[in-house]
Each structure stands twice: as C-alpha cells, then as structure tokens.
C-alpha cells in the first residue's frame, strides 16, 4: 500500500471559495432569470460541470446572454468595458473577482496615473492579465518570461505589476533584467499569499521525498523549487 502526502497548503484558496459561494447564492436568489459566468468560474472542469449541471453555463461573450439575465465575472476579473457592455445589454452583473486580482487592477491604475510605464509580468492570454491590461487603459508591456525583458522597448521609468499566480523566484529574475535598462523601477509584488504557501508547501514536500544524492552528485542550484506558475 502506497501512503499519500497532502502538502500543508492545497485545494481551494479563499478566493476561489467565495467565487463559488457567490455562484451557488446567484443561481439560488436568480431561479427566473438565466445565469451564466462569463468564461470558467475557475480552472477546474469537475466544478464548472457541476455548475453546468446545476443550470449555470459558462458563455464566452456577452452576446450569448439576453437582456435580464444575470452574468457572473469570474475570479480572474475582467476590463472595465466588460462591464459597460453587460449595462448598456440591460445585464445584472455579479462580481466574483478575487479581491487580490482587484487589488493588482487597482495597483496597475495607480502606477499608469503615476508617469510610469507599466510592466505587467503574467502570461499575455490569461484572463488576469487581459483584465488588467484592461484596467490600465492598454497602456502597458506585458511580459511573459523574464528573459523577454532583455529586448522588450521599455523606457527608463518603469512600474511593474504581477499575476497573482506568478513565481517569486521569476520576479526577482525579472528585476535582474529590468534594473540594468531602468533608471526607476516601482514594483508592486502582487502574488497572492495563498499561492506562495502553495508554492512553498509543495517544495517541501518535494524535498521530503527527493531521493538521495550518490556519491559527489551535487544538487542543481534552485532546482527544487523550478516549477510553473499556477493557472
């Protein structure tokens, strides 16, 4: 019999919770209008096909939904013209975004208001990142890999911005690139905590149950912790 280690820090973080106690509650209070999420509530198919099952289907645009129905914006957020197009579709919105994926929308504002170039360091096809590209207006670079900032056109006052399920490791890789380019960077670090104590558990439980070095093996520096970012 094989034992099974859960890492101190797994499953839903409280964000993606209070995503779905908003959906449950939305289609309780909404039984005569239909409702819909705009895109996957969360990356999991078991829990949008539960949904589904229960009547809440994910649409991809607005224009799948007729005026008085409800739409539910995800956890990942969406751009402010999201939600002009569901007013003027005559739409009841429902706001599930994470409050720490507003927080970097919020963060992204105040830098573009503030005279710096912003970088947003994500991938450029997540919904996160779209939304917060969104927020800023589309005045912003979005990096995805830190090398990419070697060549990126960027000016000397840069603010960057983080996807919350991005790695601290590749930030600050990021940053090695950007201050040799840069003569003012502000960064606001906005990786969400639940996503480092995840990251962090389960390095440890990678180290707990790597094997053994043989004789005058070295481990690769870093190696233990060389993974991708969470979606």
């Known amino acids: 019999m094989r034992n099974i280690r859960k890492a101190v820090h797994a499953g839903y973080c409280w964000g993606v919770e209070r995503a779905l106690d908003i959906v449950n509650q939305t289609a309780e209070t909404h039984k005569e209008v ?17 949904l589904d ?56 504002k105040q ?39 070697r060549t990126a056109k960027l000016p000397k006052k840069v603010g960057v911005v983080v996807q919350t399920t991005q790695e601290t490791e590749l930030v600050s890789e990021l940053l090695s690139h950007l201050a040799p380019r840069c003569k003012e960077i502000k960064v606001f670090n906005t990786i969400c905590n639940p ?9 440890e439980l990678a180290r707990d149950r790597a094997p053994p070095l043989a004789l005058g093996e070295r481990a690769e520096p870093g190696a233990e912790h060389r993974r991708r970012p969470l979606p």
């Open 34 to 50: 239909p409702v819909r999420t705009l895109g996957p509530i969360i990356h999991n198919p078991q829990v949008v096909q539960s």
């Open 195 to 203: 996503t480092i104590e995840r990251q962090d558990a389960a390095r």
């Open 111 to 149: 830098l573009v208001n503030e005279g710096y170039h912003l970088v947003i360091f994500g991938n450029p096809k997540h919904p996160e990142v779209i939304g917060t590209l969104g927020h800023a207006g589309g005045k912003a670079t979005v990096i995805e890999k830190p090398g990419d900032a």
């Open 53 to 108: 099952d229960k009547g809440v289907h994910s649409i991809d645009s607005l224009d799948q939904l007729r005026e008085g129905g409800t739409v539910i914006i995800r956890t990942h957020g969406v751009a402010p013209e999201v939600y002009e197009q569901a007013e003027t579709k005559g739409l009841t919105v429902v706001d599930a975004t994470c409050p720490l994926v507003t927080l970097v929308q919020n963060k992204a």
